[in-house]
């Protein structure tokens, strides 16, 4: 069974910084498109940035600048720095490998102004 499992999740003020972690298991082979998306309460998941296997990555404008997405080059684990956090930046954010419609269960980012 394929599974993408998030840790790192938290609280934090207003201008601290996490790191999520995203692990891949049980994929026969690995993924070649994988991201971070966020849900706001009451609302729709949307991407907040994305990785392809070669490195080229992606962000939605209200993170760039402020959000890294890494992998470890085959995307069995991926990596999201968030810096500068801003209280809109409260979601449950998940991994995802998109594509092959496999979600991680989601882990809550809640930022405090």
């Known amino acids: 069974q394929v599974q993408l499992v998030e840790s790192g999740g938290g609280w934090v003020q207003a201008g601290g910084s996490l790191r999520l972690s995203c692990r891949a298991s049980g994929n026969r082979y690995p993924f070649r498109f994988m991201g971070w998306y966020r849900r706001y309460a009451g609302k729709q998941r949307d991407m907040v940035a994305t990785i392809t296997r070669d490195g080229t990555t992606n962000y939605t404008d209200s993170v760039n600048g402020r959000f890294i997405i890494s992998g470890d080059g085959v995307l069995n684990t991926v990596a999201l720095e968030m810096n500068d956090l801003k209280p809109e930046d409260t979601a449950v954010y998940y991994c995802?490998?998109?594509?092959?419609?496999?979600w991680g269960r989601g882990t809550q980012v809640t930022v405090s102004s």
């Open positions: 995802a490998a998109p594509k092959s419609n496999v």
